[in-house]
């Protein structure tokens, strides 16, 4: 205490030696350092006023309790605001006292030292916490430079995100890169100097640049290009045996920071790269800020990635329903670390459950309910054909009915491709879940809506997951067909797009998100292989086959014939026809009695009874038909 009380006290002398070396400076400048005697007077007796208005202005402004240390723009700005409100009061008394005359005659100023007084006072103010700040980091530089052995870096991109990068180097000098300059595409900014690095050419040069800065690693600090440009400057890197690494996503990229703490290895999402989401923030956070959120199977990939995006809007609650007791604990822990004032509710319960689900919505009352609860595996669904029926279909029957029960405002229904003219239990027990959730928004006050898409990359039991164990245990890496392709996003761009779409929705719509282009699985599995730092003559490519109910292309279509537009480029709406609520129904009970059988052709057949489209076939279906045929049956006046 005593040492910090001493240190205050020499930084308040330091402040008041700076302001008195600037008046006296800019008093005896003015008059060339010639002032006459009488000046001498003046400049004597209005000195110690000025410097203790000067003080008193900056203490008012909270300028003594800045630390000295970390002094920056936003301190400098405060402190000329500062000078300049004591400026302006030494100068209306310049201008009122002489006409006040007597004991006030001090206060005449000349008018050009107050002027002079204002840029000096500043730096001299400004200056002294700047050398204290240089000292301070000269000091750590040292001592960092003793602990931390620096990796000479080749920064792979001069846009926004580069410089951002080039930033936090600077400031953070804990990490272990030494920046050696720019690489950047642009002709334009080669030769340039950003953020005190140099640009020294374009990425093609990589090999003769990385040679002569010796550098010993590459990051690419470019926040959003595609997965072709990454690919090739990864090869290239690769061919010079230099290191690279990615800064994080467009999605991880938060409040104008590049974390570089969190540089990680190029991965395959960065090789699949899809342009950014651009979301309209107005509508969802209106469709979801201060309102009671539930959220059904809320430890899932996408139910857990739904949470914490959700949790961003500023909802009144959260409520979290999932059956596995650990990945409830999980996403829960986050998010209380995350969003500390955030009102959260984690409740395990079976979707089946339905008079625990009643409970729960009776005690909670939600505003907004994301269902996104299900069993997704196509291959683990075929052989437990009746559990797929009662989890994706009753389950989902028993959610959508308590939200219309306690009037919910809104029913989002996360889908799939797979519900396409489905070959699958799975696919055709979430078109079946569709079907009822449509045909109930005709008879309800609830919004309901559903939402298709592809594969999520990095979900729990998707193909990368896969294989990765299959390459760190040395291979082969299975696939089914060298011609299967799947459409891919990542799990924030896809959770962004649910959100998107809910606050878009009126009711009974099917909304389906864009998903760029087909990805060739085999193309997946090389790429992964060549990141993972191995070639395919070290691990091994093998063609198993296709499995039961699967099809070598997921079917989607945005064409005009088959698709509506919506006023976001990525999601589009399926020109559905309705079906009549109680033939659903009457249905339902005809697929409920085949709930609990494992035998897949007598679930197929009652399936068939609601879901008219299915393709029963084991084998492969190759052809890629609309997304959203319409049925013989479709009148006009299907809504959409």
């Known amino acids: 205490?005593?040492?910090?009380?001493?240190?205050?006290?020499?930084?308040?002398?330091?402040?008041?030696?700076?302001?008195?070396?600037?008046y006296w400076l800019a008093f005896l400048a003015r008059f060339?350092?010639?002032?006459?005697?009488?000046?001498y007077k003046l400049l004597f007796f209005t000195w110690s006023y000025v410097v203790i208005l000067q003080y008193a202005v900056l203490s008012l402004f909270g300028i003594p309790a800045f630390s000295w240390r970390y002094v920056g723009v936003r301190e400098a700005k405060r402190m000329f605001y500062a000078i300049g409100v004591s400026s302006l009061v030494l100068l209306a008394l310049r201008l009122v006292g002489p006409a006040l005359g007597g004991v006030f005659w001090f206060v005449t100023i000349p008018l050009g030292v107050l002027l002079i007084d204002f840029f000096i006072a500043f730096l001299a103010v400004s200056g002294v916490r700047v050398l204290r700040r240089m000292y301070a980091e000269r000091q750590e530089r040292s001592r960092t430079q003793k602990s931390v052995t620096k990796k000479r870096t080749l920064l792979i991109g001069a846009g926004r995100a580069g410089v951002l990068a080039a930033k936090e180097v600077e400031q953070n000098?804990?990490?272990?890169?030494?920046?050696?300059?720019?690489?950047?595409?642009?002709?334009?900014?080669?030769?340039?100097?950003?953020?005190?690095?140099?640009?020294?050419?374009?990425?093609?040069?990589l090999s003769e640049i990385a040679d002569r800065f010796r550098a010993e690693q590459a990051i690419i600090t470019i926040a959003a290009v595609h997965g072709s440009e990454i690919r090739r400057i990864v090869e290239i890197c690769k061919a010079v045996a230099l290191p690279v690494?990615?800064?994080?996503?467009?999605?991880?990229?938060?409040?104008?920071?590049v974390n570089l703490s969190r540089i990680r290895e190029v991965t395959i999402e960065?090789?699949?790269?899809r342009e950014a989401v651009n979301l309209d923030v107005e509508a969802v956070g209106k469709?979801?800020?201060?309102?009671?959120?539930?959220?059904?199977?809320?430890?899932?990939?996408?139910?857990?990635?739904?949470?914490?995006?959700i949790a961003r809007f500023g909802p009144e609650s959260l409520i979290l329903l999932e059956q596995a007791e650990n990945n409830l604990f999980q996403i829960h822990q986050e998010l209380s670390a995350d969003h500390r004032q955030l009102d959260l509710s984690p409740c395990i319960c079976d979707v089946c459950d339905e008079k625990r689900v009643q409970r729960l919505f009776a005690v909670y009352k939600p505003h907004i309910v994301f269902h996104a609860a299900a069993h997704k595996h196509v291959p683990m669904m075929e052989y437990n054909p009746g559990e797929a029926v009662k989890n994706n279909v009753f389950?989902?029957?028993?959610?959508?009915?308590?939200?219309?029960?306690?009037?919910?405002e809104a029913f989002v229904m996360i889908s799939t491709d797979k519900a396409v003219n489905p070959s699958s239990i799975m696919g055709a027990t979430k078109r079946a879940a569709e079907i009822y959730t449509q045909t109930l928004a005709e008879r309800s006050s609830t919004k309901f809506v559903a939402v298709r898409f592809g594969n999520v990359l990095g979900s729990t039991g998707s193909v990368i997951p896969i294989f990765k164990e299959q390459i760190s245990r040395g291979g082969p890496v299975t696939i089914t067909h060298p011609e299967m392709k799947r459409y891919f996003m990542t799990i924030p761009e896809a959770c962004q797009l649910v959100m998107q779409a809910a606050a878009m929705g009126e009711g009974a719509e099917i909304f389906v998100l864009d998903m760029g282009e087909p990805v060739k699985i085999v193309d997946l599995a090389r790429d992964l292989i060549r990141l993972s730092g191995f070639s395919e003559n070290e691990i091994s490519i093998e063609f198993t086959g296709i499995r039961p109910g699967e099809k070598l292309f997921e079917e989607i279509s945005t064409t005009e014939e088959n698709m509506a537009k919506t006023r976001h480029p990525k999601i589009f709406i399926g020109k559905i026809s309705p079906h009549r609520y109680d033939e659903v129904c009457f249905k339902l009970k005809l697929l409920e009695k085949v709930a609990e059988s494992s035998n897949r052709g007598e679930v197929i057949e009652a399936l068939r009874q609601l879901v008219t489209e299915i393709r029963d076939s084991h084998a492969p279906i190759e052809s890629e038909p609309p997304l959203f045929p319409l049925a013989p049956q479709a009148q006009p006046n299907a809504r959409y």
């Open 245 to 257: 690494k990615i800064i994080p996503g467009i999605y991880e990229i938060l409040g104008g920071r």
């Open 32 to 39: 060339e350092f010639e002032p006459s005697h009488q000046l």
């Open 287 to 309: 469709f979801l800020t201060d309102k009671r959120v539930f959220v059904t199977g809320a430890g899932g990939s996408i139910g857990a990635e739904l949470c914490r995006q």
């Open 1 to 22: 205490m005593l040492r910090r009380s001493a240190l205050k006290g020499v930084q308040v002398v330091i402040d008041f030696l700076a302001l008195s070396a600037a």
């Open 395 to 408: 389950g989902t029957r028993v959610v959508a009915d308590a939200a219309d029960r306690h009037g919910a």
């Open 270 to 273: 960065d090789l699949l790269g």
């Open 173 to 205: 000098r804990h990490l272990d890169i030494a920046v050696v300059g720019f690489v950047d595409d642009d002709p334009v900014k080669i030769g340039q100097v950003i953020q005190g690095i140099k640009v020294v050419g374009r990425t093609d040069e």
